[in-house]
């Protein structure tokens, strides 16, 4: 069935880094493009940024741009998030999701996405 984990998540000082991974099975990620989100609490699930299927593409929410990178290795079937000069407001659970590739959009909005993983919590604090 379709599966998507993330891993790579956890307690980090402010400015540090971590890298997010999103192993996908079940379906074939070229078909898929695949977008990072998270939650923190009280707060809706945003947008941070997406890959195109066959990797060509990305786009990123203005919050993370510059900060954040997403990357695909394609013969892992694994997608990452590297997020670097963390901030206190970075704390959140961030989940990674998949939907059928779309050609005319890398959109952001949490909606447009089908499958997605369990949640990985990032806490940013000193």
């Known amino acids: 069935q379709v599966q998507l984990v993330e891993s790579g998540g956890g307690l980090v000082q402010p400015g540090g880094s971590l890298i997010l991974s999103c192993a996908a099975s079940?379906?074939?990620?070229?078909?898929?493009?695949i977008g990072w989100f998270r939650q923190a609490p009280g707060k809706v699930r945003e947008g941070l940024s997406c890959?195109?299927?066959?990797?060509?593409?990305?786009n990123y929410a203005d919050s993370v741009k510059g900060r954040f990178t997403i990357s695909k290795d394609s013969t892992k079937d694994t997608v990452y998030l590297q997020v670097n000069s963390l901030k206190h407001e970075d704390t959140a659970v961030y989940y990674c999701?998949?939907?059928?590739?779309?050609?005319?959009?890398?959109?952001?909005?949490?909606?447009?996405?089908?499958?997605w993983g369990q949640g990985n919590q990032i806490t940013v604090s000193s």
């Open positions: 890959i195109s299927g066959r990797g060509g593409r990305t």
């Open positions: 999701a998949a939907r059928l590739r779309d050609a005319t959009t890398m959109t952001l909005a949490p909606r447009e996405y089908v499958y």
């Open positions: 079940g379906f074939n990620l070229a078909y898929h493009d």
